[in-house]
């Protein structure tokens, strides 16, 4: 079965309405019954957040609570759980040291080394910077050039940003490393400049960050290849450092230690970015993949190299994909090109491709969305999961196998994508949907201060002998007023007294007193032990809105979907 198959965890939901009108309001009574489909279990798999591949080892983000695992080759410490033992299957990053009580947000991966930004949960005060693996060129950023088989803080200017500048993004080459500050948009970078991918005009190399040029000011996306990189800035592609097989994309195959551009055809808006050792490739607004440099192994379409951006595919749906590069192969969602050796196109064979080609999606990855991919150097890994939601999502990876980096278990190659184990990987509460509740509540004409509300009654059965507890949780709720008028009901209220021009919910028999605060979190309604006999959980459940004025009748359609928590 794949993961984004619901007959074991789908709630079906029944409805019965009834409305009664009072002078000032009126209330709506909602019976919602959401049993779990007989014998079924609840998804307890964890959900995977983010992904990273480097030279031979791959880590990825899991669960909301950022816990990050690695696996494969581990000769420098890129697992970064205190060995250089390498690992086929997922190992917990050492978090014992300076990422104790940390949550990793974001995570990159070089060739030997691996980096993330970690800092205090909802809060991006204090995002900072770690690295662990490869030092030699001082990739890690911690004014040495020693390994570390544990996470190090990276220091210089990135330990001492001016208030309101939070780092946002970081990027792994091959043994370059840099940061986006996203509030002032400058960009840092440390570790290897010999051939001036910095773009600082010099190639001199750091072990600690140093400040770009301000032509590299609010970068929304980088690429590091073996020795130049690429940035998109206001969806412009801009390229330093080594050129002679073209990897720069400006028409010219030579090196440049600041900044060029990278003409497109059609003068198209660039999204993404990627980089393969000797070349580079970009996504545009309408769905066109270009790519450029070295075609040594047919990754440019077999033509002969290019140092001009060329078109590859045009996907023709305007709709983006996520795209990445290893050595000698890219992948634009579900397809690769390039290198395939090892079979890291995933298409079931090892033989290159110097067209698209479609990865096999008959086995574990079918019927699944790429949400996105890291590509190593000869093998790739996907997030991939159901298209309308990340409650299923997990990594998926092709190619080299010898040091354990497709995570499976295994140190055997496979040219088809294959599951990454997570047995060792600790789960957390998984989100699996209930239903959505649709319903039109109208308000009649109401001085100030007085709230309409609207009650569900909601009942869980899990059928299900495995003690789960469920915790049944809002996730968002919408309301919009149908008059044409602009009053909008916004759901920003906080516990306590239900506020004005806000919604809230409450649980009990009767109408709360206190209210609890609908925002892009979901929020505690209901928990208990799932019963075992069909008996189930039920609770009430009430919703309200307070408004500050209403000058003619207004019907507010509002939508509340729900989703249930599980865990043994």
């Given at each position: ?49 983010a ?16 816990q ?6 581990n ?12 690992s ?7 978090m ?52 570390s ?27 370059t490393?840099?940061a986006?500050v ?11 400049n ?15 960050p ?79 993949f ?17 140092n ?29 090109i390039?290198?395939n ?8 064979t ?33 997030i ?40 060792n ?26 709230a ?12 299900n ?5 469920l ?21 920003q ?5 239900l ?29 208990g ?6 008996s ?12 500050d ?6 019907n ?13």
């Amino acid at each position: 079965m794949q993961p984004n198959e619901r007959s074991d965890n789908y709630f079906t939901l029944k409805r019965a309405v009834g409305g009664f009108a009072l002078s000032v309001a009126i209330g709506v009574l909602l019976t919602n019954i959401l049993p779990v489909v007989a014998g079924g279990t609840l998804n307890n798999t964890p959900v995977a957040k983010a992904i990273a591949a480097g030279g031979a080892h791959a880590c990825a983000i899991y669960n909301t609570a950022g816990q990050v695992y690695c696996w494969g080759e581990n000769d420098r410490g890129q697992l970064g759980n205190g060995t250089n033992i390498d690992s086929s299957v997922p190992v917990a990053v050492d978090m014992s040291g300076l990422l104790s009580g940390l949550t990793v947000k974001k995570v990159a991966a070089g060739f030997a080394h691996t980096c993330v930004i970690a800092g205090v949960a909802n809060s991006t005060a204090s995002d900072a910077v770690y690295c662990w693996g490869a030092g030699d060129k001082g990739q890690l950023g911690n004014g040495s050039v020693a390994d570390s088989n544990v996470p190090v803080a990276v220091g210089g200017a990135l330990m001492s940003l001016s208030a309101g500048e939070v780092v946002g993004e970081v990027y792994a080459g091959f043994a370059t490393t840099c940061a986006v500050v996203v509030s002032g948009g400058a960009t840092y970078c440390w570790g290897d400049n010999d051939e001036g991918q910095y773009g600082n005009n010099t190639t001199t190399s750091s072990n600690t960050p140093v400040l770009m040029v301000s032509s590299w000011d609010n970068v929304s996306d980088l690429a590091i290849g073996m020795n130049h990189t690429c940035a998109v800035l206001n969806m412009m592609v801009l390229c330093s450092g080594a050129g002679a097989d073209g990897q720069l994309g400006n028409q010219s195959n030579n090196d440049s230690l600041t900044p060029v551009t990278v003409p497109f055809v059609g003068h198209d808006d660039v999204t993404s970015i990627s980089a393969g050792f000797f070349f580079s490739c970009a996504m545009t607004t309408r769905a066109l993949f270009y790519c450029w440099g070295d075609d040594s192994s047919g990754q440019l379409g077999g033509n002969g190299g290019t140092n001009t951006a060329t078109l590859l595919k045009d996907f023709g749906d305007e709709k983006s994909r996520p795209i990445a590069s290893g050595y000698a192969h890219s992948c634009a969602g579900f397809e690769c090109i390039g290198e395939n050796g090892s079979g890291q196109l995933g298409d079931g064979t090892t033989v290159s491709k110097s067209a698209m080609t479609a990865v096999d999606t008959s086995g574990v990855l079918n019927g699944l969305t790429a949400k996105s991919i890291s590509a190593g150097f000869d093998f790739t890994c996907w997030i991939a999961g159901g298209a309308d939601n990340d409650f299923y999502d997990a990594v998926y990876c092709t190619g080299a196998g010898v040091d354990g980096q497709l995570g499976d278990n295994s140190t055997a190659n496979s040219s088809v994508p294959v599951a990454v184990d997570t047995t060792n990987v600790t789960k957390e509460d998984v989100y699996i949907m209930l239903g959505t509740s649709e319903d039109a509540i109208t308000l009649s004409p109401v001085p100030n201060g007085n709230a309409d509300v609207a009650s569900l009654d909601l009942t869980v059965v899990t059928n299900n002998s495995n003690g789960y507890n469920l915790t049944i949780k809002t996730d968002e709720v919408n309301l919009v007023c149908g008059d044409g008028n602009s009053d909008k009901i916004v759901p920003q209220s906080a516990d306590g007294s239900l506020e004005t021009n806000a919604w809230g919910f409450g649980v009990g028999a009767s109408e709360p007193t206190a209210w609890k605060g609908i925002e892009a979190s979901a929020k505690l309604i209901a928990s208990g032990a799932a019963a075992t006999d069909d008996s189930g959980i039920s609770t009430k459940v009430w919703f309200g809105v307070k408004v500050d004025y209403l000058t003619a009748v207004c019907n507010y359609s509002g939508e509340v979907m729900f989703s249930a928590v599980a865990t043994i």
